[in-house]
């Protein structure tokens, strides 16, 4: 089956983490489906396109419609392979007509940042869903790399792990605007991110 949809990832913010492969693709692109964001930096007037809203039926729906005319390109932020729009699309299309393009993800540039291999650490989403506290309990030598929202932010989810039996002078790295020219990346204990001013959809890593 000749694949239709593909899923290209654009990397965490900046150009400079897309991969060639992707930004080739959407380029190309005659259907192109994104978040605004996406749609206003990489779309052309000459392209097709539906912005990925809460309504998350639009862009199923237009691509329904779409593939019966041609490929549809399917942007998401970060990596496809890591908490974004693959898993809907796995649910309403056959993994056959899929194809995934992999770009740079923001728990990777996270870790890429403090030059901390990530090979051994706890990945975890906050994102619109709950890890279950099992996950995230504390035990010696773990690293968790946390991906936030705007309810479970830098703070909350720092009180959440403080509960979870990390200890109050544990290190957490508050990742926020990765690859943004305001990016902010700084280090401290989680008392002290549970007590401060919240960061929202940042990347947290603690250890
Ligand atoms: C729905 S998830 C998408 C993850 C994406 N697929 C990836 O691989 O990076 C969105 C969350 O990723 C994190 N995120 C995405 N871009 C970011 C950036 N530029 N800086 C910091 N965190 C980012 C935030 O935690 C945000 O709430």
């Known amino acids: 089956m ?3 949809i593909i899923v290209a990832g654009i990397g965490p913010g900046s150009e400079d983490f897309i991969s060639p492969a ?12 994104g978040g605004r964001r996406a749609l ?6 000459n392209q097709i396109t539906c912005a990925v809203t809460r309504d998350l039926d639009a862009p199923i729906n237009f691509i329904r419609e779409k593939i019966l005319l041609g490929e549809v390109v399917v942007m998401v932020s970060g ?16 993994p056959e007509e899929i194809e995934v393009i992999p770009s740079v ?17 706890t990945l975890l989403s906050f994102h ?8 995230l309990k504390f035990s010696a030598g773990k690293i968790l790399g946390l991906l936030t929202d705007a309810e479970f932010n ?21 990742c926020s605007r ?30």
């Open 178 to 207: 990765l690859s943004y020219p305001d990016e902010k990346i700084f280090t401290t204990t989680l008392e002290e991110a549970a007590r401060a001013e919240p960061i929202k959809h940042c990347v947290l890593i603690v250890k």
């Open 22 to 33: 992707a930004l080739k693709k959407i380029r190309a692109a005659k259907f192109l489906v």
């Open 128 to 135: 619109g869903r709950q890890p279950a506290r099992d996950a």
């Open 79 to 94: 990596d496809p392979g890591y908490y974004s729009l693959l898993d809907l699309l796995r649910k309403n299309f056959p």
């Open 2 to 4: 000749q694949k239709k």
């Open 105 to 121: 993800s923001a728990i990777q540039l996270a870790f890429a940042k403090i030059s901390l291999p990530w090979h051994d650490a």
């Open 40 to 45: 206003k930096d990489f779309s052309s007037a």
């Open 154 to 174: 830098s703070a909350t989810v720092s009180e959440i792990l403080l509960g979870c039996g990390w200890e109050k002078k544990s290190s957490v790295t508050i």
